[in-house]
Structures are given as structure tokens and as C-alpha cells.
């Protein structure tokens, strides 16, 4: 290989194809002679150069080339033949290897760029980024006495997600991730701790209002949007503090609309409820479920799965819903909602016998059905059972179950006259009654 690389070094004077680190080129230079022997001629030697690299000077770093060469010319036509074919082929070979093994040795180290993200990967990581803040984790305490000392302890009964509303320290969540708890504290996403305080709650929408009082610095209250105009498709995303962890988002789409679930609290039913795929695992509840743009569209409150387990269908309570609860409860402490102030017997009992509506059991006389004259059902002197009224209608509108009731109940305001139509006995009657609001819950 020495040889050969001489021998095209006797024609050509090489340029660099890469610079060293210092950035000036290397040049060579002929420094010895070796014999070669004339096949034709064995009386006659040719001596051909190789190459030797000497070191870079200290000033310039470069040496220039010097040729010491002493080429015999054979007389030998075909010697000089094969000479010619030996010198260009290797000159060919000897290009291809400077072009292929001579890199600059910071070419060695490769490194390789970020794998860039896509549009809308980049829009998910931001919207995690801007709207973490806004989500809290809430942590439910019991009151136990302990069974050797009687002291009373302060045990973790649950936990859930909740959000900030205001900057007055206000934080929405759910119903039941607050239910039965004796003290309540809330944990902000830099990690720093308050006791929470309970505002108001409504057991009907599965809603809870609470107060920390923490710098205003600290609260980021969350976009509320809106959820009228919400269409089957649409991206969605969930976050929260699932099994007491950190926050998570899952992502999906909304896969129903105007879908009705009942409150686990009283099992009124709650209208209008948005229907999704993203995951919503224990510890969700209570969480904000947002559009695309980052706006609050509802509140994550129950998973419908018949194995058990965490995966199944999603649904969030509509930010409209929310939104009137929320105002009513920071404003008054309580949801002035209407009510008829009865107890009605289970929708399976009615269909047993036959008809169709709501069976009254129990009219308290200082209810609004009471003072209307509703009758109740009740045992006669024999033991006999005898039926109250079943509501068939009100204002018009058809009662099949309980759900209707509430449906249409919802719809109307505290103080409104509301014409109750009941089948009693083996008649129809139309009666009178004025709407009361729900009585205070402790």
C-alpha cells in the first residue's frame, strides 16, 4: 500500500480532502526510494517514492511538499506500459481511500438532532403545561377514635381532584369525593398544602364548592368555556390526580352527548351529561375535563364500567350545569332548587301494579304537596294497604317515572304554581302547588 501510494504521488500533487482541527491543509512530501525491478530488463531498476507525513510546524502548520525522486525510464516499451496502467490505477484507488477514510476528526463524533414534535402534540404538552396549575388534589379526612387510646384520629378516607374557580380561593369539585368527611385539605400543583373549608354543596348535581385560604399569587382560576355548542367527535382532555398520584392527562373524544346519569348522593337523575372515552380513573373525580383550546367544558365526576375496573365510559357533568350550581353556592351557600316535597315509591312497585306515573308515599302536611292536599299511601284499621295518589302529569307534561318528575321539576322556579295531575282511586284530579325550595342539608 506504501508503495503504491508513492507511486501516485510521483505525478500528482495532492489537496487535502478534509482540513485537520486546525483548518489548514496537510500536505506531503517524498522523502526515500525503493527499488523496483524491470520484469524485461532484470539489469535495469526503477526506484519508486513513497510517502511519508512529517509533523506540522509550529507557525504555519502546514509543510510543503518535496520531491526526491529519481525515475529510470526503462527502454522496454511494455515496461513502460504496465508502469503507466500501475500509476494511474493507483492513483484512482488511492483518491477513493483519502475520500473515504480521511475525515476531520469532529465529524467522529455524530450527534444525532431531537426528533422534533408534531402540531398537535406540541398544542397537548402545552395545554398540560397551562392548565396544570389551575387542577388541585384534595384529600378527604375521617375522625376515628382509636380503640386502646380513645384518641381521635384524622384518617385519609378518600381523595379526588377539584379545581380553582377563583382567586378568592374558591375550588369546584365533586359531591362525593367531599361526602362524610370530618376535615379537608387541598393540595396546589408547587405542592403546598391548605385547609379547606366547605362553601356549600348540591347532592342533586353531585357539586361541591370549597375554600382555601391561600395567596392570590398561587391560584390560577381555569378558562371556563362553555357547553352548548359541544359536538360528538371533538377532542377532549382529563385531568387529575388518579390513584394519588402526581398530575395526569388522558386524552379522547367526546363519544356522546345530552346522556343522563344519576347522582350518587340521592339518585335524582342529572340531564345533559357529556359522554367520553378518556380515561377517568379513581382520583379523577372531581377533575376538569377541557376542549382542544384549554376551556373548562365539565367536571369529570363517574366511569360506567360493568367489570369493575377502570376502564368503560366516562361521563362529566356540563359546565352550563356547573356554572349556575357554582354561582348559587358561592353567593347563598346552598342551590335554592324546587321541590314538591314528597317521597315516591320505587318506578319497579308502580309498574307491578299496572299504571303508569309516580306513586306518593309520604306528603308531609307542612310540605308544599301536603298543603295542596295530595294524599299519601297508608294502612287502614285491617291492615289493609291503600294507595295514594299516582302523578300522572304536571303542567301538561306526562310523568312515567321518577326521573320525569325531576326532569320537569328542574325546569321550574321556587314560588311557581304548578298544575299536579294524580290518579286517585279510579279517578283523575287536577290539584294546585306552589313550589317550595329544597330545605337546608347539613
Known amino acids: 500500500m506504501a508503495a503504491a501510494f508513492s507511486l501516485a504521488s510521483?505525478?500528482?500533487?495532492?489537496?487535502?480532502?478534509?482540513?485537520?482541527?486546525?483548518?489548514?491543509?496537510?500536505?506531503?512530501?517524498l522523502s526515500k526510494s525503493i527499488p523496483f525491478h524491470n520484469f524485461s530488463n532484470p539489469s535495469c531498476h526503477f526506484r519508486y517514492p513513497i510517502f511519508s507525513l512529517l509533523g506540522h510546524t509550529k507557525k504555519r502548520n502546514q509543510i510543503s511538499a518535496t520531491t526526491d525522486t529519481k525515475l529510470t525510464n526503462p527502454?522496454?516499451?511494455?515496461?513502460?506500459?504496465?508502469?503507466?496502467?500501475?500509476?494511474?490505477?493507483?492513483?484512482?484507488?488511492?483518491?477513493f481511500s483519502l475520500f473515504v477514510t480521511d475525515v476531520d476528526p469532529a465529524a467522529a463524533f455524530v450527534v444525532t438532532t431531537p426528533r422534533k414534535l408534531q402540531t398537535d402534540e406540541l398544542a397537548t404538552v402545552r395545554l398540560f403545561q397551562e392548565n396544570t396549575p389551575s387542577v388541585v388534589y384534595i384529600t378527604n379526612?375521617?375522625?376515628?377514635?382509636?380503640?386502646?387510646?380513645?384518641?381521635?384520629?384524622?384518617v385519609p378516607q378518600g381523595s379526588g381532584s377539584g379545581f380553582v374557580w377563583d382567586k378568592d380561593g374558591n375550588i369546584v369539585t365533586n359531591y362525593h369525593v367531599i361526602r362524610g368527611a370530618s376535615d379537608l385539605r387541598v393540595?396546589?400543583?408547587?405542592?403546598?398544602?391548605?385547609?379547606?373549608k366547605v362553601v356549600g354543596f348540591d347532592q342533586d348535581k353531585d357539586v361541591a364548592v370549597l375554600r382555601i385560604d391561600a395567596p392570590?399569587?398561587?391560584?390560577?382560576?381555569?378558562?371556563?368555556?362553555?357547553?352548548?355548542?359541544?359536538?360528538?367527535?371533538?377532542k377532549v382532555f382529563a385531568i387529575g390526580n388518579p390513584f394519588g398520584l402526581d398530575h395526569t392527562l388522558t386524552t379522547g373524544v367526546i363519544s356522546g352527548l345530552r346522556r343522563e346519569i344519576s347522582s350518587a348522593a340521592t339518585g335524582r337523575p342529572i340531564q345533559d351529561v357529556?359522554?367520553?372515552?378518556?380515561?377517568i380513573n379513581p382520583g379523577n373525580s372531581g377533575g376538569p375535563l377541557l376542549d382542544s383550546s384549554g376551556n373548562l367544558i365539565g367536571i369529570n365526576t363517574a366511569i360506567y364500567s360493568p367489570s369493575g375496573a377502570s376502564s368503560g365510559v366516562g361521563f362529566s357533568i356540563p359546565v352550563d350545569t356547573v356554572?349556575?350550581?357554582?354561582?348559587?353556592?358561592?353567593?347563598?351557600?346552598?342551590?335554592?332548587?324546587?321541590?314538591?316535597?314528597?317521597?315516591?315509591?320505587?318506578?319497579?312497585?308502580?309498574?307491578?301494579?299496572?299504571?303508569?306515573?309516580?306513586?306518593?308515599?309520604?306528603?308531609?302536611?307542612?310540605?308544599?304537596?301536603?298543603?295542596?292536599?295530595?294524599?299519601?299511601?297508608?294502612?287502614?284499621a285491617y291492615g289493609r294497604l291503600i294507595l295514594g295518589d299516582i302523578i300522572t302529569s304536571v303542567n301538561g307534561k306526562k310523568v312515567t317515572n321518577g326521573s320525569d318528575l325531576y326532569r320537569i321539576l328542574d325546569q321550574c322556579k321556587v314560588g311557581e304554581k304548578v298544575i299536579v295531575e294524580v290518579l286517585r282511586g279510579d279517578h283523575m284530579e287536577k290539584i294546585p302547588v306552589i313550589l317550595e325550595p329544597k330545605p337546608d342539608e347539613s
Open 323 to 380: 356554572s349556575g350550581i357554582v354561582d348559587q353556592l358561592v353567593r347563598y351557600g346552598k342551590v335554592t332548587r324546587p321541590i314538591l316535597g314528597i317521597k315516591f315509591a320505587p318506578d319497579q312497585s308502580v309498574e307491578q301494579l299496572g299504571v303508569s306515573g309516580v306513586l306518593v308515599l309520604d306528603a308531609p302536611a307542612n310540605g308544599p304537596a301536603g298543603k295542596a292536599g295530595l294524599l299519601p299511601t297508608k294502612r287502614d
Open 187 to 196: 393540595t396546589l400543583a408547587d405542592q403546598t398544602t391548605f385547609d379547606a
Open 141 to 154: 379526612l375521617a375522625a376515628r377514635q382509636d380503640a386502646f387510646t380513645l384518641d381521635v384520629l384524622e
Open 75 to 95: 527502454s522496454n516499451p511494455f515496461a513502460s506500459i504496465c508502469e503507466s496502467l500501475l500509476i494511474f490505477t493507483t492513483s484512482v484507488f488511492l483518491s
Open 274 to 279: 357529556i359522554q367520553t372515552d378518556a380515561a
Open 216 to 234: 392570590k399569587d398561587k391560584l390560577r382560576p381555569i378558562p371556563v368555556g362553555i357547553s352548548a355548542d359541544l359536538l360528538v367527535g371533538q
Open 10 to 29: 510521483t505525478f500528482f500533487h495532492f489537496s487535502p480532502l478534509s482540513r485537520p482541527p486546525n483548518g489548514r491543509p496537510t500536505s506531503f512530501f
